[in-house]
């Protein structure tokens, strides 16, 4: 019997949002290893409470540093790395003895999830599935009731890490845009949306799907606090009737 | 007994992708509105079979044209409006009978979908719920085993139809991107991923989650010919290990 690797995208929250093969992925896996900060179940994990075997063994890969230190740093890099090989060390383990290990994953696991950095290292070697999810920015833009792209628009996804002055430049030059990775970056987000003239569209979504989830419209939210999980959207379509 | 209009997200087109909360939607609803082209089920359609209520009311919506005019002709405009407002007029009566009018749609509902347009009519009128749903380009990059973007990466969403010297320059400036509405328009992103040095990035996949699927490096594939379901990949990520 060959270990098997499944990538399973777990949705933006609401445990209503998991595809069906990625409920029948999660009841049939030996094992389940989800990323997660030291001492605290991460959101992917707590998506799937009541979907798991009685008998799957947990793995938790918990990461050494999330924001403490800047992701540019060399120190970070080294943490990082060192990270992903243990993390890829203790899953193969398992598929070395047969097992299926089903990663969980946000939103969908090939974008921007922490599973791709296993995948690259273990698909190779390893039958390897990914099972798509509903992305975390469907999640608030379904939430918001606001239509995101429509025709011809061209949609930008957008790190909020990037210069103030590059993510005026892209916004201003995109029909829709989301950025995402907001956090302490809101205030140069905010002034990005005025260069480009666009504040006045965007809307902030913080928790989308979860519980204590909010939406307002960016300009009215009076303060620049914003949790990881909060995204601003930014419509297209501005042709609509 | 109200009304209440529910857009549905059926995914990429693989029926094990659809949500929990999409096929709870679909038990329930009296009435499951899909977009078609006249005389011939739509993907949406086809992904859900299986799932309705034997009792309930099917509403083809079909489209009076598709490819037949060109998208910026006045013809195009004039039929198209007239469309979406026997579209929404035959939805709104049902909710006026105080049914529930459960809306297909393939991949997300308010990521270029047609459900859209009834939604932005409908939502300020009644009750309206979206479910968002897997996206065709996550089944796609999913099926492929392909990690799309991954932290700073810019990810740009391009509709094939744009001029090849914009597609090329937006290619140019981003780190990942995925081009939809390719069909016709294969040999002009052909040669605008050749401009734009990305070519040998590029990965074409038809009919992603279907059957009769395909994935092949685009610069590996001889002709030109591509159907409506099929979507060009560009990954970033260029530092990955």
């Known amino acids: 019997m060959s270990g098997r690797l499944i990538g399973v995208g777990t949705g933006p929250g609401d445990p209503e949002l998991l595809t069906l093969k990625a409920v029948r992925a999660l009841a049939a896996a030996d094992v389940v290893a989800h990323f997660a900060k030291e001492g605290r179940a991460g959101n992917a994990r707590r998506t799937v409470e009541g979907f798991l075997r009685a008998d799957a063994v947990e793995l938790p890969l918990c990461y050494p540093v999330t924001t403490e230190i800047a992701a540019g740093a060399p120190a970070y890099g080294a943490a990082i790395a060192g990270f992903y090989a243990a993390a890829t060390a203790a899953v193969e383990a398992h ?11 946000e939103g969908d ?14 698909a190779p070697r390893w039958p390897a599935e990914v099972i798509p999810g509903v992305t975390a920015m469907s999640g608030c833009w379904s939430q918001a009731g606001l239509p995101l792209a429509q025709g011809d628009d061209v ?9 103030e002055a590059e993510l ?18 809101l205030p140069a987000i905010r002034r990005a949306l005025i260069a480009a003239g666009k504040l006045g569209r965007a809307v902030y979504v913080e928790r989308g799907t979860m519980e ?7 300009a009215g939210k009076a303060d620049d606090a914003a949790p990881y999980f909060s995204l601003v959207l930014v419509p297209g379509w501005e042709g609509r009737p």
Chains 1, 2 share one sequence.
């Not at 598929?95 to 994953?105: H, I």
């Not at 201003?172 to 907001?182: E, G, L, P, Q, Y």
């Not at 204590?212 to 960016?218: A, E, M, W």
């Open 109 to 122: 696991p090939l974008f921007y999830g922490s599973y791709m950095h296993l995948h690259v290292r273990l």
């Open 212 to 218: 204590r989830t909010l939406t307002v419209p960016l």
């Open 95 to 105: 598929l070395a003895a047969g097992r299926t290990v089903a990663v969980l994953s």
């Open 168 to 185: 005026a430049r892209r916004l201003a030059d995109s029909a829709a845009s989301v950025i995402m990775k907001v956090g302490r970056n």
């Open 155 to 163: 949609l930008t996804v957008l790190p909020g890490t990037l210069p």
